[in-house]
């Protein structure tokens, strides 16, 4: 059977009903009559009594005095199969773990196993064994390693059942954020990540060598989305972002998945949070669908609601709030530290019930130079952040979409206006009010699925001390 149909071998191999070496190269041998279609590990329920052909990973073995208890792990589950015959004995139980095997039996029911299922009177390939045993031990509920060794060992470590699963929810948060979108009309864009100045006018950038001059790693496809508001109205990406901030913390990296949205002719801010509340109760429903990813992790019924409405406080009230339980002089703050957004999460749990918070309003100066400002309050801005249980993951808000405003907003940053006047023109030539927001998916999955530092959701990341692998 050819690669890529339904089977598991390459054209040139077959499978036998008797077992084979451990060779890491599988001897051909005279074929069965027909081999049958691979089945997932997870469709095994409904073929009892039937003889399968099921392909994956040793994920561990169990050995007894008269019989041997296997477990095969593919992208579905993990299927305990019976080895009994002396011979076949002998070669699985020389192979490590993580050894990549084909098996051909019989689908038993059995209460006591796995699943309520066994693979019984195997036939044994070896497609690929594994040369020695690997780095981590992925057959326990947990790996007994410290993160920077999973890191390390990244290639082996996301095999983990676990780990595996918080990529499936991953995928299946971006799926729901665009199938959301696309469902009020949002196009999906691409926009670059080299660039001749940093969209947000700051200094945590990336520069590289670009044919002799110096460009910048994207922070963001702040600026392209906007302009292209002026083309197709309501747009949307997910995409890398990049940020050189010199953070080491549990929650930060220097590149990060962002999803971001911008539309076009909004009243103001809230407009944009309303999106936010619908995108996200798509995101969660995306998730919810993902029952045995969500299971590896204990949640089949612990998700969050998103409410319909999301309860939201203003910056002014925040500080006073948390000043008041605290004792501290917030009066003076530009910005909430992590300890201030624990606080308003609790209360957002305590007093509405709620995993979600909108806190508006935050300082102009701490915002873009694009934020619009409150017209009421001109020193607060338009803006707002998303907390969930109590950490930041959605910054959004209206930005400022008249010409005179941006040349304006330049000055008072102190920014020179010309490297940005292929951006300035679309405000020159009319730009509806919009707005928008942009989330970081990977710190939404880690507080999803309790996690204590993002690195643990995150593929290969990247941050102040790592480059690889």
């Known amino acids: 059977m050819a690669e890529g149909a339904s089977g598991c071998f390459p054209e040139a191999t077959t ?3 008797a077992p084979f070496s451990s060779s890491p190269l599988p001897s051909v041998v005279p074929p069965v009559v027909q081999t049958p279609p691979r089945t997932s590990i997870a469709d095994l329920g409904d073929r009892v009594g039937e003889r399968v052909l099921v392909c994956g990973w040793l994920h561990h073995q169990r050995l007894l005095k008269a019989v041997d208890f296997l477990l095969l792990r593919d992208a579905t589950g993990i299927a305990q199969v019976i080895v009994e015959a002396a011979d ?6 020389a192979l490590p773990h993580e050894s990549v095997l084909a098996i051909e039996a019989t689908v038993v029911a059995a209460p006591q196993a796995p699943n309520g299922l066994e693979l019984h009177d195997p036939a044994v390939t070896v497609l690929g064994a594994s040369v020695g045993e690997p780095p981590v031990d992925l057959f ?8 920077p060794t999973l890191l390390d060992h990244a290639a082996v470590a996301l095999r983990h059942p676990k780990r595996a699963a918080s990529q499936r929810l ?5 799926e729901g954020f665009r199938a959301s979108l696309r469902a009020q009309g949002f196009v999906e864009i691409s926009t670059p990540k080299l660039l001749e100045t940093a969209p947000e006018g700051g200094a945590n950038v990336f520069p590289v060598d670009y044919f002799g001059s110096t460009a910048y790693l994207a922070q963001s496809p702040q600026l392209y989305k906007q302009i292209m508001v002026g083309a197709l109205e309501r747009v949307f990406e997910t995409a890398p972002a990049f940020r050189a901030e010199p953070h080491d913390t549990t929650r930060h990296l220097s590149q990060f998945l962002s999803l ?3 539309m076009g002719f909004i009243h103001d801010h809230q407009d944009v949070m309303a999106l936010v509340t619908t995108v996200l109760r798509g995101m969660m429903a995306s998730v919810s669908g993902e029952t045995r990813a969500l299971e590896a992790h204990g949640l089949q019924d612990a998700l969050p609601e998103v409410p319909p ?6 910056f002014t009230e925040a500080l006073a709030m ?3 339980a605290t004792g501290e002089d917030l009066s003076a703050e530009p910005d909430l530290a992590p300890a201030h957004e624990r606080w308003l999460g609790d209360w957002a749990k305590q007093t509405h019930g709620s995993d979600w918070l909108f806190v508006t309003g935050y300082p102009m100066r701490k915002r873009p130079f694009y934020t619009h400002p409150d017209p009421a309050r001109p020193e607060w801005s338009n803006s707002f952040d998303l907390l969930f249980r109590g950490q930041e993951i959605i910054t959004g808000g209206q930005r400022l979409h008249e010409y005179a405003d941006y040349l304006a907003a330049l000055t ?7 490297p940005f006047e292929g951006y300035l023109e679309a405000f020159r030539h009319g730009m509806p009010p919009h707005g928008g927001f942009a989330l970081g998916v990977e710190r939404l999955i880690a507080l999803l699925v309790g996690a204590p530092n993002v690195r643990e959701v995150t593929l290969f990341p990247r941050d102040m001390q790592r480059l690889t692998p």
């Open 88 to 93: 076949l004995r002998a070669v699985t139980q």
């Open 15 to 17: 499978v036998s009903s």
């Open 322 to 324: 948390v000043g008041a």
């Open 260 to 262: 971001d949205a911008e």
């Open 412 to 418: 008072d940053r102190g920014l020179d206006a010309e």
């Open 170 to 174: 991953l995928a299946a948060a971006v």
């Open 309 to 314: 409405v999301v309860p939201q406080v203003h």
């Open 140 to 147: 326990r509920p947990e790996i007994p390693a410290k993160l």
